[in-house]
Structures are given as C-alpha cells and as structure tokens.
C-alpha cells in the first residue's frame, strides 16, 4: 500500500523487481562455496589443467541487472590451452587444435582428431561435480554450453562454463572461447558487458540499474512477445549511454525508454562486444507487438505523470499498475 507515487515504486522495486537481500547473500556464500570445490579439480587425474586466472562471474546476476526470482548464476572457469591453437570461420565458429603432449586435453577433442570436443570439456566437468559429496542430491547435467548445478535447497541453477582465453591479436586485444554448443567453441568477452554497463551506471549516479530491472520485469509481464533479456539490456543501455541524467526517481524516466522502445524494436541493435553482430533477430511480427505495447504502455505513463504533477497520487498509482500489473501497489489515502 502507498500514499504516494514515489513510495509505490520504492515498495514495488523492493518487493517484486529486485533480488531479495538475503537471497543475494545466500547466493553468493553458495557461489564463493562452489568456486572453492572446482578449484580443487586440478588435484584430479585425467582433469584439464586449471586456469584461475582468467575465471569470472558473468550474466545478468554478475552485471547486477538480475530481477527475481533468482533463476541462474552463470560462471566461466579457466583452462589452460598447453599450447593449442584455434582457427576462427566465417561462421563464427571456433575450432582448438589441441597438440598431443596437452595430456588434459588430448583425451577430450573430437573421436579420431586433434580437434577439442567441448561437449567432452563440459561432461569432464560435469563428472566432478557429481563426486563432490554436498552435491549428491543434486541434479547436475550437461545442457548446450555449460555445466549446470541444480542444489535442491535452492531456487537458482549454477551454470558453469569452460573457457579459454587466446593470445593478443594484432589489435592488442584477446577474447575468451567457450562451447558454442555443437560441440566446437566461440568468442565472448564479458569483461565487455561489464565494464559498459558500470561506465553507464556510474555516468548516471547508479540510477541506470534500477530502470534495467524495472524493464525487465515489464518486459516479462507485459501482454506481449517478450525480448531476449540481453537484448533488451543492450537496447536500454545504447539510449541511457545518450540521455544527459537519468533521475534518482524512476517514473521520470520510463516513458521516454517506452517511447524509445516503441521505435527502436525495428532496429539492429549492436552487440557490445563487437561479435555477435546484430542482437535483435526477432520476426517483424513481434517486433510490431513489442512496439505498440511499447507506445500503449508510454501513452499511460504520460497519464500518470500528469496526474503526479496535479498532485493527484491516487490515480497516477492506478495508472502505473496498470502499465506494470497487479503486483504494482495500490493507492491508501
């Protein structure tokens, strides 16, 4: 219940659109806990050797931009690449030739070829997970392009992913390799992600973070296709990175990233890290449902700012619900 516009969006935001603290701390003890256990599996025979160096936390959950109920925390664990090398198609996959003194390695390329299966990779990782005797209740599997670790106590799944990272190119520049999962790799960066949007929320006095969740969860709720949670952080964060301020107060800012929405669906929209080319591949169809939802959705925050402005707290709640639904809370006078 709230009495005034800015206290409904302090409740909905604590209550429906961000991760509950203790679920965060829980998370991260969990998390911290699992890091340990893998670090321990250069100790295993026939294990590829470990890389820690360049292990890091990414996704939605690691950038921050995660809105409940916590659902997956993405990890990339290090190998070492003893000496192999990797050829890059036009395709954008990536094949590591593995030489045959790379004892870890060698074992785990592709039947009859020097060529680095990472199904194989994953399923090695999977197989000492399943040792770790915390987890043997848990339900451990090998989906397209990670591990992933599923505790029975908790709500999230650990999806663990083996990397590699190449040499500096001509550029100076190095990319991580991980399982494009049909059994070859492919190229990220995410350290990329991360530090764009942290260049982005700082700009903005860590205001952006905030309109990213709460867009999110319009984005999951609203009547409509619903956008590749990526892709719309990308789209978010290409407008936000133009805006001179984002405002501490939320309201203020969401109908001009409605507006902005409903005309940039139409558009490529870049990917940050400058591999993937063009993130947006939905179908024209859905595209013009995200966009008329979009300006739908813009035309009753205009509303709904009006009726602050005029003092009128009460229907400019009724009027955000019914942009952000039920949950949204209700008008107490």
Not at 112 to 127: G, M, P
Request: charged residues 25%.
């Amino acid at each position: 219940m709230a009495t005034t516009v800015n206290s409904a969006f302090n409740e909905f935001m604590r209550d429906y659109v961000n991760l509950d603290s203790n679920v965060t701390a829980s998370a991260r003890s969990s998390r911290n806990w699992l890091i340990q256990q893998i670090d321990k599996f250069d100790q295993q025979d026939g294990f590829p050797t470990l890389y820690s160096d360049i292990d890091i936390h990414f996704g939605s959950f690691a950038r921050k931009t995660k809105i409940r109920e916590l659902d997956d925390i993405d990890l990339m664990f290090g190998l070492s690449a003893q000496q192999s090398t990797y050829l890059e198609y036009s395709s954008g996959k990536v094949e590591i030739t593995v030489p045959d003194s790379a004892i870890g390695l060698y074992p785990l390329c592709h039947d009859y070829t020097d060529k680095l299966n990472s199904r194989k990779v994953i399923n090695k990782f999977v197989a000492s997970l399943k040792g770790i005797s915390q987890y043997e209740n848990a339900d451990i599997k090998r989906n397209q392009e990670a591990a992933t670790l599923k505790l029975r106590t908790y709500s999230w799944v650990f999806d663990i992913v083996p990397c590699f990272i190449t040499a500096s190119d001509s550029l100076g520049k190095d990319y991580y390799l991980i399982p494009d999962g049909n059994g070859h790799w492919k190229k990220t960066d995410p350290r990329i992600d991360k530090a764009n949007i942290s260049r982005i929320n700082k700009k903005h006095d860590g205001n952006v973070l905030n309109v990213i969740r709460l867009m999110k969860y319009w984005n999951r709720k609203a009547s409509m296709p619903t956008m590749g949670s990526y892709l719309l952080e990308c789209l978010l964060l290409s407008y936000l990175d133009t805006r001179g301020s984002v405002s501490s107060y939320i309201d203020l800012t969401i109908p001009d990233v409605l507006l902005h929405i409903h005309t940039a669906i139409f558009n490529a929209v870049a990917d940050p890290k400058n591999i993937q080319g063009n993130l947006n591949n939905l179908s024209y169809e859905d595209k013009q449902k995200i966009s008329s939802k979009a300006y739908s959705d813009y035309t009753k925050a205009i509303e709904a700012r009006k009726a602050e402005d005029e003092k009128d707290h009460a229907s400019s709640i009724k009027k955000w619900g019914e942009i952000f639904g039920g949950n949204f809370p209700k008008y107490t006078g």
